[in-house]
């Protein structure tokens, strides 16, 4: 049996008892179209190129494996900061723990409620993105989320937001399975924060379209975590206009498996996008970054920044694309990703890509692994800093390159303050 015919068998298994939620026409005709193209290409196998490194197998089976929930005595994410917080728990939307979703600049909807209008701007942009992103890679579970994402938001900004908005996802039920589904739409010269944070569910299965303007900018701060035994696939989808910002990090701690996949398409002149990570696990951890960034305007500007902490048996997985199509003249792109491992046992796969159609570009990518380095130790320890502490500083210094992709101050020191954290725990 052919690896197609394999993928499309277990597919139908997995949707043998799905429908697709209901909703209103655009919306529905939207999730249909995704549902066929998920029979059409199949669910991710082993085999194929993209997941060769990472198994899909628990993210695409019937029922989502038990999770743990994980109780923490931390300060809750962002608390320290003047956010409008939107809850999730378990994939469902909890308006008594979430503020009002009204602010200056700024409408936000539930995925539901906007779906039920004949007339509604999402309907340009639902699944948009990510039928877009599925060209040259498919990327069936987000084509699965589409279809059957059954909660999310739609946020319309029309101009500069002060507040951040924060996604908050919370994890109760040690069997929850979510698919959550948000659009985000910049118009021209606006400017939003979007913070995102928790473990969510047992099994989370997320899609965040971004349609960034014109001179618009869309600045994207995520933290994931700490339920161990969580597994999540995520997808990011961007479109970025004349001039525009686009900047996201991402900080994961724990985790038995985690793929982040990113998809960035530079549209209009002169845009710039960003996109980076930092991750530190130790025993069954699987964590994977996925990024495929497209330039197909002049004088744009990409970066990939990803930084990877592995011990005990942990694995870390980098796949990292710049496409540069003919007429993307005067192309800066720019790709790094590096891996710390604190022991023999660990791994770091790495598949860094360029493909450049122009003759006047500047791009450049690197992959480096490696362990703590013994002068530098040598040097802390000889100056009565105890080996583990100092391999900790030296561990927050290697993460450093990518927290500091982050441009508000306070957010940047409240990541690395998690990290300390883990790190400090972990020494314990």
Same mark, same amino acid.
């Given at each position: 049996?052919?690896?197609?015919?394999?993928?499309?068998?277990?597919?139908?298994?997995?949707?043998?008892?799905?429908?697709?939620?209901?909703?209103?026409?655009?919306?529905?005709?939207?999730?249909?179209?995704?549902?066929?193209?998920?029979?059409?290409?199949?669910?991710?196998?082993?085999?194929?190129?993209?997941?060769?490194?990472?198994?899909?197998?628990?993210?695409?089976?019937?029922?989502?494996?038990?999770?743990?929930?994980?109780?923490?005595?931390?300060?809750?994410?962002?608390?320290?900061?003047?956010?409008?917080?939107?809850?999730?728990?378990?994939?469902?939307?909890?308006?008594?723990?979430?503020?009002?979703?009204?602010?200056?600049?700024?409408?936000?909807?539930?995925?539901?409620?906007?779906?039920?209008?004949?007339?509604?701007?999402?309907?340009?942009?639902?699944?948009?993105?990510?039928?877009?992103?599925?060209?040259?890679?498919?990327?069936?579970?987000?084509?699965?989320?589409?279809?059957?994402?059954?909660?999310?938001?739609?946020?319309?900004?029309?101009?500069?937001?002060?507040?951040?908005?924060?996604?908050?996802?919370?994890?109760?039920?040690?069997?929850?399975?979510?698919?959550?589904?948000?659009?985000?739409?910049?118009?021209?010269?606006?400017?939003?924060?979007?913070?995102?944070?928790?473990?969510?569910?047992?099994?989370?299965?997320?899609?965040?379209?971004?349609?960034?303007?014109?001179?618009?900018?869309?600045?994207?701060?995520?933290?994931?975590?700490?339920?161990?035994?969580?597994?999540?696939?995520?997808?990011?989808?961007?479109?970025?206009? $004349?001039?525009?910002?686009?900047?996201?990090?991402?900080?994961?701690?724990?985790?038995?498996?985690?793929?982040?996949?990113?998809?960035?398409?530079?549209?209009?002149?002169?845009?710039?996008?960003?996109?980076?990570?930092?991750?530190?696990?130790?025993?069954?951890?699987?964590?994977?970054? $996925?990024?495929?960034?497209?330039?197909?305007?002049?004088?744009?500007?990409?970066?990939?920044?990803?930084?990877?902490?592995?011990?005990?048996?942990? $694995?870390?997985?980098?796949?990292?694309?710049?496409?540069?199509?003919?007429?993307?003249?005067?192309?800066?792109?720019?790709?790094?990703?590096?891996?710390?491992?604190?022991?023999?046992?660990?791994?770091?796969?790495?598949?860094?890509?360029?493909?450049?159609?122009?003759?006047?570009?500047?791009?450049?990518?690197?992959?480096?692994?490696?362990?703590?380095?013994?002068?530098?130790?040598?040097?802390?320890?000889?100056?009565?800093?105890?080996?583990?502490?100092?391999?900790?500083?030296? $561990?927050?210094?290697?993460?450093?390159?990518?927290?500091?992709?982050?441009?508000?101050?306070?957010?940047?020191?409240?990541?690395?303050?998690?990290?300390?954290?883990?790190?400090?725990?972990?020494?314990?």
């Amino acid at each position: 049996m052919g690896l197609l015919d394999v993928k499309q068998e277990a597919t139908a298994q997995r949707l043998a008892d799905v429908s697709v939620p209901e909703s209103g026409a655009w919306l529905s005709a939207a999730r249909k179209d995704a549902l066929a193209r998920v029979q059409t290409m199949g669910l991710p196998h082993a085999r194929d190129e993209y997941w060769k490194y990472t198994r899909p197998d628990t993210l695409t089976q019937a029922s989502a494996p038990d999770a743990a929930v994980f109780q923490s005595d931390e300060a809750p994410m962002y608390d320290t900061v003047d956010r409008l917080q939107i809850v999730f728990v378990d994939g469902v939307f909890d308006a008594e723990a979430s503020d009002d979703l009204s602010g200056e600049n700024l409408v936000i909807e539930r995925l539901a409620e906007a779906g039920a209008r004949d007339i509604h701007w999402a309907k340009e942009l639902y699944g948009t993105l990510e039928l877009a992103g599925q060209t040259p890679v498919e990327r069936p579970l987000a084509a699965l989320n589409t279809a059957l994402a059954t909660d999310g938001v739609v946020i319309h900004v029309t101009g500069e937001v002060s507040c951040p908005v924060n996604l908050s996802y919370r994890h109760k039920a040690t069997n929850s399975d979510a698919i959550l589904h948000h659009v985000v739409k910049l118009d021209s010269g606006a400017k939003l924060t979007l913070l995102e944070n928790g473990p969510a569910a047992a099994r989370f299965n997320k899609v965040l379209e971004v349609d960034v303007a014109d001179g618009a900018e869309f600045h994207h701060v995520r933290a994931q975590g700490r339920d161990h035994e969580r597994r999540a696939v995520t997808h990011t989808f961007a479109r970025l206009g $004349t001039e525009s910002v686009f900047k996201s990090f991402t900080l994961t701690v724990n985790g038995v498996l985690t793929r982040n996949e990113c998809v960035i398409e530079l549209t209009g002149d002169d845009a710039i996008a960003h996109v980076a990570g930092a991750c530190v696990g130790d025993g069954d951890f699987l964590h994977d970054d $996925t990024v495929f960034v497209t330039h197909d305007a002049q004088r744009c500007e990409s970066r990939q920044v990803f930084k990877k902490v592995l011990r005990d048996g942990a $694995t870390g997985v980098f796949q990292g694309k710049i496409l540069v199509q003919p007429d993307a003249q005067k192309t800066d792109g720019y790709q790094i990703s590096q891996s710390l491992l604190l022991d023999d046992d660990s791994q770091f796969l790495a598949k860094p890509e360029l493909e450049i159609y122009a003759d006047d570009v500047a791009c450049s990518h690197g992959s480096t692994t490696g362990a703590i380095d013994e002068e530098g130790l040598f040097y802390l320890r000889a100056r009565g800093v105890p080996k583990d502490i100092a391999t900790d500083l030296m $561990t927050l210094a290697f993460l450093a390159e990518a927290v500091e992709e982050i441009e508000d101050e306070a957010l940047e020191a409240e990541m690395l303050n998690r990290l300390e954290g883990w790190l400090t725990r972990r020494r314990g």
